[in-house]
């Protein structure tokens, strides 16, 4: 993703859900970045440019034992 993208999902992420989160660049990939809170890695937003539409799919994993 490039750097304006990940900066307008990180204004969504604030804006929508918790100032606190952040939109963080993955280390060698460019077609997602991962979402915190604080230190705490909370998921992956997926880029998805199929037929054209861009969207943006989040993806988080919660433990049974976090329940």
Do not use: C, H, Q, W
Not at 39 to 66: C, K, P, Q, T, W
């Amino acid at each position: 993703m490039k750097a304006d993208e990940i900066k307008k999902l990180d204004a969504y992420f604030k804006r929508t859900f918790n100032p606190e989160m952040a939109v963080k660049a993955r280390p060698r990939k460019d077609d997602s970045a991962e979402v915190y809170i604080g230190e705490e890695f909370l998921g992956v937003v997926y880029l998805d440019d199929e037929d054209g539409d861009r969207s943006y799919n989040f993806s988080m994993a919660i433990l049974d034992v976090d329940l």
